[in-house]
């Protein structure tokens, strides 16, 4: 069974400083998102990633993938406060391609002024 | 424009009753999908329909749990003799196709008192 791991569970980061969320999981998947989700709110999709090497950037953030490695990254670049939020890194898992969804425990980011 | 509607957005009941949640997910996307999300942790899969049927209903915890999608638009999970292990954000999902980015309404928060 597929497990996606992410960490830190949460991060206390100053504003404009620099870090990583690392998602790991444990069997091969074709797929990979990261979603956004403010309190009480519903997720927000930010990137997919499709293939080894991909990286994709939105503003101060930047998602990466290695599939050998069976690692995504997610780096926040100068953060800010509006990106205070708990993000979920998420992997396609199961075969007749039906799209499900097995999720990390998500890390929750707050970026102090 | 029109995203991804659940109702109730809340919904508080006693332990061994009957509960149906909506969801009426974006027009024109054929794949549907159900998740619980406890408190502090990431969803997890329910359930998937593709058109009317559903495809993959690994994720149901038990027999207490049917979702339906007659028309292939609207679905509803029904939950029946409800404990208070139940209690959780019931979240829905639609995606164009299976291969595309699921895109999740606002979720109903279920307590069982």
């Known amino acids: 069974e597929l497990k996606v791991e992410q960490n830190p569970l949460f991060l206390s980061m100053q504003e404009g400083k620099n870090y990583t969320i690392y998602c790991n999981y444990s069997?091969?998947?074709?797929?990979l998102y990261w979603y956004r989700q403010d309190p009480g709110k519903s997720l927000e999709s930010l990137f997919v990633?499709?293939?080894?090497?991909a990286v994709k950037q939105e503003g101060r953030l930047m998602a990466s993938l290695d599939t050998k490695a069976r690692l995504s990254t997610l780096h926040i670049t100068a953060a800010v406060h509006d990106l205070s939020a708990t993000y979920f890194c998420?992997?396609?898992?199961?075969?007749?391609?039906?799209?499900?969804?097995?999720f990390g425990q998500g890390t929750t980011l707050q970026v102090k002024p | 424009g029109a995203g991804v509607s659940q109702t109730p957005s809340n919904k508080v009941t006693e332990k061994g009753k009957y509960v149906e949640l909506r969801c009426d997910p974006i027009?024109?996307?054929?794949?549907l999908y159900w998740y619980r999300q406890s408190l502090g942790q990431g969803p997890e899969f329910l359930i998937y329909?593709?058109?009317?049927?559903?495809?993959?209903d690994s994720g149901l915890p038990n027999d207490r749990f049917f979702a339906v999608r007659p028309e292939g638009s609207v679905s509803t999970l029904k939950i029946q003799r409800t404990e208070r292990g139940d209690s959780a954000v019931y979240l829905c999902?639609?995606?164009?196709?299976?291969?595309?980015?699921?895109?999740f309404g606002d979720g109903t928060r279920l307590s069982i008192l």
């Open positions: 027009s024109g996307h054929t794949a």
């Open positions: 069997t091969t998947s074709d797929r």
């Open positions: 999902a639609s995606s164009l196709n299976p291969n595309q980015p699921q895109h």
């Open positions: 990633l499709l293939s080894n090497g």
């Open positions: 998420a992997v396609v898992y199961g075969s007749g391609n039906t799209g499900k969804l097995i």
């Open positions: 329909f593709q058109g009317t049927g559903a495809a993959d």
